[in-house]
Structure formats: C-alpha cells, structure tokens
C-alpha cells in the first residue's frame, strides 16, 4: 500500500521518524513547518533513503495559509491520502507565570491550528475519504500543572477527534491521534515506536479513533 503523508509541525523526532517509516514503504512525504531552516536537512535526508520528499512552509496558525498549504501539498505529492498534525509547542510552565502573550501563542499552535488543519484536510478528503493524524500526549488525560499550555492543547485535541471520528467515518474519512505517554527525543527508540503507531493508525482500518505509546 503506498500514499501521500503530510507532516504538519515535522521536527527531528517524531516528525522525522514518521516519515522515515511511511517513506521505507514507499509513500511520498511531504514536510511541513514554519521555519524553512529546519526543513532542508530533514528532506535532504530522506531523498538520501530514496525517499520522495518535498519541504513546505506553512503556518499552522494562519487558516488561509493553511489550507494553502494542504492544496500545495496535495499537487506536490500528487495526491495526498495522509495528513498528521505534529505541531506543539512545549512550554514547562505553569499557568500563572506565564505572560498573556505567551498563553495566545501556545494556544494558537496546540489548540487553533489543530483544528485549522482538521477543518482543511476535511476539505480536502470530501469528495475522495483519506486519514487525518493527530499526535497526542499523555498530558491530555494525566495533566500536569507544569504543562498547563501543552497539556490543555493535547486534551482539547483528542477530545476533538473522538467526537469527529463517528461522523467523518460516514465521509470516509478516519481520524485518530496517537496518545504519547513518554518523553521523545530524536533519533530515539521512541521516536521509532511512535512512527509504528502512527503507521498503523494510518493503515489498519480496524485500528480505532485513539493508539498509546508505550501501550498500556
């Protein structure tokens, strides 16, 4: 089975791992962050693998720019059949000491443009079905008050997909996140296991709305 993945937030871990593993089964990838940077040495490494690889700035905050950015990477792909919201940003602060700037920054990235890409990937797969990933965090049902930002923005999204996956399944279209319940860092065994999780959200039908890594 081959297809197209969008990685929405791709970084050097779980972002870079992902498309490693749905790349080795010969799936285009299609890499997605804000800062141009962090994206050529990510996909100069995957065409080393032999992988077909393309780099995109989008901002995930920005709703024009990202659903923009989804029809580009729908051409550039050829078709994309995949699209993983990877986004985050992790602040270890609590509430009350972080500035009014700070909360609508993180709330834009983990909350907004979550539901941003959700709306425009289900723009996209109206007429055709697809999958739409999200990556989770342990945070979202075991909070933590020094994560307030990244915890709130994990449980706001996996709420989220719960409530979409019956009535988007009618559409053919399945969303489902991937619940990480422990620390990644690149190039990492965990990094690998969760790629393996969201490899098998993307491709086993019966998989469900919700996977945890490590399982329980």
């Known amino acids: 089975m081959s297809g197209a993945l969008l990685i929405i937030g791709a970084g050097p871990g779980i972002g870079l791992a992902s498309a490693e593993r749905f790349g080795r089964e010969g799936w285009t990838i299609v890499l997605a962050s804000r800062r141009p940077r962090t994206l050529d040495p990510m996909v100069a490494r995957l065409v080393g693998q032999g992988i077909d690889a393309h780099g995109l700035v989008i901002d995930a ?10 029809r580009t990477a729908d051409r550039l792909s050829g078709g994309l059949t995949t699209v993983l919201y990877n986004a985050a940003l992790v602040r270890q602060q609590d509430l009350f000491s972080m500035s009014d700037a700070e909360v609508e920054s993180d709330v834009a990235v983990n909350i907004t443009g979550g539901l941003h890409a959700i709306r425009a990937a289900t723009a996209l797969f109206a007429d055709r079905g697809g999958t739409i990933l999200v990556t989770g965090g342990g945070l979202a049902v075991a909070p933590h008050a020094s994560y307030a930002s990244l915890g709130l923005g994990k449980a706001a999204l996996r709420n989220l997909v719960e409530g979409l996956a019956p009535a988007l399944r009618e559409q053919h279209i399945r969303i489902a996140t ?39």
């Open 61 to 70: 905050t920005d709703p024009a720019a990202m659903q923009a950015g989804i």
């Open 178 to 216: 991937a619940t990480v319940s422990t620390l990644v860092a690149p190039e990492s065994v965990e990094a690998q296991g969760v790629a393996q999780t969201l490899w098998t959200l993307a491709t086993d039908p019966d998989a469900g709305w919700e996977r945890t890594y490590p399982a329980a």
